[in-house]
């Protein structure tokens, strides 16, 4: 709309004001559309809101998790370096059947219902059963 000065008593336009309710109308309009894209923009606007939440809630637990797996791996680190200073100090007794270091490999196997030792190297393993069947390496 082009801008026209009127001076007092100047007859209006059925043509001016045509343009002026045209000028209205399309103010209107554009109104209504900065409303909707506002509504749009702050519907999306949540939604990211929403996930940005979910992301943390999904990463707070992956946190927990990971310290966890962390603590879980410090115990098995600190039991199997006790293991190996107990092998170092030849504190086993055989036992509680758990870690012993031989030369060579043994094996075992029931054959007609008596237990074999296959073993390697030049060294027989020094090994017993006693009476309630327990198999006993002796150092």
């Not at 219902?113 to 069947?133: A, H």
Request: glycine residues 6%; aromatic residues 8%.
């Amino acid at each position: 709309m082009k801008p026209k000065v009127f001076r007092a008593g100047e007859p209006v336009t059925a043509e001016f004001m045509t343009e002026v309710a045209q000028a209205v109308s399309n103010a209107e309009k554009k109104s209504d559309k900065a409303v909707n894209d506002s509504e749009q923009a702050k519907t999306k606007s949540e939604e990211a809101l929403r996930k940005s939440e979910d992301a943390k809630a999904e990463s707070n637990v992956a946190n927990s998790v990971s310290a966890e797996a962390q603590y879980a791996a410090q115990l098995a680190l600190e039991k199997a370096q006790e293991v190996e200073r107990k092998a170092n100090n030849h504190e086993f007794d055989g036992r509680d059947g758990t870690v012993v270091q031989e030369k060579g490999l043994f094996a075992f196997t029931i054959e007609n219902g008596e237990l074999v030792v296959y073993f390697s190297g030049e060294v027989q393993p020094n090994l017993e059963i006693d009476q309630t069947g327990t198999l006993y390496y002796n150092f």
